[in-house]
């Protein structure tokens, strides 16, 4: 499996940005997806997940009601929508596909990763 995220970029606080994610190769209906990332000097953190099959989605505390995680099975695509964007949410962002079961928000519970994508909010 291979996945390839896009979409960040610079944007001022109070902004919004779209990354998706593309995954490629046999794409099992009982993957989990996340959204990790990673600010210089922090460690990698999980931002969102959600199942392959779209029964459940889950997020960290610190982006609830500002991102939304959706996918289209159809074109092996996974997105985070990000809303009212602060300048502590800038950070690579990474997409990641495993089995992590109840340890989804540990990253080296995940098989893939993306290469990663670069979001910058400016205050």
């Known amino acids: 499996v291979q996945l390839q995220a896009s979409g960040g970029g610079l944007v001022q606080a109070g902004g919004s940005l779209r990354l998706s994610c593309v995954a490629s190769g046999r794409i099992s209906s009982r993957y989990y997806l996340s959204w990790f990332r990673q600010a210089p000097g922090k460690e990698r953190e999980f931002v969102a997940g959600?199942?392959?099959?779209?029964?459940?989605?889950y997020y960290a505390d610190s982006v609830k009601g500002r991102f939304t995680f959706s996918r289209d099975t159809a074109k092996n695509t996974v997105y985070l929508d990000m809303n009212s964007l602060k300048p502590e949410d800038t950070a690579v962002y990474y997409c990641?596909?495993?089995?992590?079961?109840?340890?989804?928000?540990?990253?080296?519970?995940?098989?893939?990763w993306g290469q990663g994508t670069q979001v910058t909010v400016s205050s």
């Open positions: 959600i199942s392959w099959s779209g029964y459940s989605t």
């Open positions: 990641a596909a495993g089995y992590p079961g109840s340890s989804r928000l540990d990253p080296t519970k995940y098989d893939y």
